[in-house]
Nanobody, 123 residues
Framework: QVQLVESGGGLVQAGDSLRLSCVVS????????MGWFRQAPEKEREFVAS???????KYADSVKDRFTISRDTAKQTLYLQMNSLKPEDTADYYC?????????????????WGQGTRVTVSS
């Protein structure tokens, strides 16, 4: 059974940085396209960033040039480095994985989600 466990969220001020981590267990991380999604209060979940098996990456326009997604296969961990944080980045952040790929709303196949980690950015 594959599991994803996120960590690294917290309360920061605008302009600060945070790094989120997502540890994969149960299957090698290399098997999955992986990504980050977020859901702000009273809003729908939205795509943030993803990385595929070739190392290719995609970003939402709202985070491009501020966020960086990466994976460490030896540590079975997906990262999201978030710089120049803004109050509008406040949300619960979720890690997702799918052997078939990720779309703008989540896994294309049955996929797996983590439990989420909360990021709060104060102005």
């Amino acid at each position: 059974q594959v599991q994803l466990v996120e960590s690294g969220g917290g309360l920061v001020q605008a302009g600060d940085s945070l790094r989120l981590s997502c540890v994969v267990s149960g299957r090698t991380i290399s098997s999955y396209a992986m990504g980050w999604f977020r859901q702000a209060p009273e809003k729908e979940r939205e795509f943030v960033a993803s990385t595929d098996w070739t190392g290719g990456t995609k970003y939402a326009d709202s985070v491009k040039d501020r966020f960086t997604i990466s994976r460490d296969t030896a540590k079975q961990t997906l990262y999201l480095q978030m710089n120049s944080l803004k109050p509008e980045d406040t949300a619960d952040y979720y890690c997702a994985a799918d052997t078939y790929g990720l779309g703008r709303t989540g896994p294309i196949g049955s996929g797996v989600w983590g439990q989420g980690t909360r990021v709060t950015v104060s102005s």
